[in-house]
């Protein structure tokens, strides 16, 4: 039973323009989201969250858009720079002291 | 940000033989320590929860007695696999979470373990 699906498997973009990684989650009860970003061999690396009372958070070229009563999570990269190519991987949590539940990731590739 | 060093980065053994795969935060001490295992273009799933000083907590479908893990630190978690079959090749990471750090969880840079 997947959770949190991410059902774009890969992305590409080009360079300069925006991206848009997609995540849906099932359990109406997570009230706290990730993203992460792992390139290969190399474990996540925590890029921003998102706590269930807010609709936004924006850090630098990164903004999380979350909208509950569709149970759907966005990650926009704007501008795209090739140094973002990695996969992405969202995640959820009841609580801040609980588990963390992974999506199935999306390959991002930009472009030049 | 806090950083979690994993050892070894990659690991071969043989099959029915035991392999140590370590996990520890090297500027905070790590109150919850989790171990997950990746497989090819899949997401990573969360094996076990451990707190330091007390037993590990495994998820469904986690053989506690194949995947045995030790939090005997703030700072070190072991994971050991044992009796290694070639289904138990995999990508393992580790991550660290202290009371301040909230969700952020910080992660290892992972284990390659293959199994001939």
């Known amino acids: 039973d997947q959770q949190v699906k991410q059902n774009s498997p890969s992305l590409s973009v080009q360079e300069g323009r925006i991206s848009i990684l997609n995540c849906d989650y099932t359990?109406?009860?997570?009230?706290?989201f990730l993203w992460y970003k792992k390139y290969p061999a190399e474990g996540p690396t925590f890029l921003i969250s998102?706590?269930?009372?807010?609709d936004k958070n924006e850090d630098g070229r990164f903004t999380v858009f979350l909208n509950k009563s569709a149970k759907h999570l966005s990650l926009h990269i704007v501008p795209s720079q090739p140094g973002d190519s990695a996969v992405y991987f969202c995640?959820?949590?009841?609580?801040?002291?609980?588990?963390?539940?992974f999506g199935t990731g999306t390959r991002l590739q930009v472009t030049l | 940000g806090a950083v979690v060093s994993q050892h070894p980065s990659w690991v071969i053994c043989k099959s029915g033989t035991s392999v140590k795969i370590e996990c520890r935060s090297l500027?905070?001490?790590?109150?919850?320590m989790f171990w997950y295992r990746q497989f090819p273009k899949q997401s990573l799933m969360l094996m076990a929860t451990?707190?330091?000083?007390?037993?590990?907590?495994?998820e469904q479908g986690v053989e506690k007695d194949k995947f045995l893990i030790n939090h005997a630190s703030l700072t070190l978690s072991t994971l050991t696999v044992t009796s290694a079959h070639p289904e138990d090749s995999s990508f393992y990471i580790c991550s660290a979470r202290t009371r301040d750090s909230g969700l952020e969880a910080f992660f290892g840079q992972g284990t390659r373990l293959t199994v001939v």
């Open positions: 359990n109406s009860m997570f009230d706290y």
């Open positions: 995640a959820a949590s009841t609580g801040t002291a609980s588990k963390l539940t």
């Open positions: 998102i706590s269930s009372i807010k």
């Open positions: 451990s707190n330091e000083g007390s037993k590990a907590t495994y």
């Open positions: 500027d905070f001490q790590a109150t919850t």
